[in-house]
Nanobody, 122 residues
């Protein structure tokens, strides 16, 4: 199993940037694909971006294309989400999760962090 803890959230103005981090514990981290999801108030949790275990493949939602970039450092057991050109509609709690393979389906993810709040002001 793997334990996940997100950090890096906060308040930022529209057009600004944030980098989220997800630190994992456990010896099996490098064997998992990792994904980021988000959930806004009154909305269902939605897929944002995912990366394969090796970091060679990524998959992303159309809503963040060209603005967000996922990456991972297996030596540090950490996955990142670089968020640029932030918009008020990006405001949500952001979660990282681990899956067997690259996927945008929430049910494919076995382990979840507790989330970090991102608030974008207009």
């Amino acid at each position: 199993q793997v334990q996940l803890v997100e950090s890096g959230g906060g308040l930022v103005q529209a057009g600004g940037s944030l980098r989220l981090s997800c630190a994992a514990s456990g010896r099996t981290f490098s064997s998992y694909a990792m994904g980021w999801f988000r959930q806004a108030p009154g909305k269902e949790r939605e897929f944002v971006e995912a990366i394969s275990w090796s970091g060679s493949s990524t998959y992303y939602a159309d809503s963040v294309k060209g603005r967000f970039t996922i990456s991972r450092d297996n030596a540090k057991n950490t996955v990142y989400l670089q968020m640029n050109s932030l918009k008020p509609e990006d405001t949500a709690v952001y979660y990282c999760a681990a899956a067997k393979g690259l996927s945008d389906y929430i049910y494919e993810y076995d382990y979840w962090g507790q989330g970090t709040q991102v608030t974008v002001s207009s």
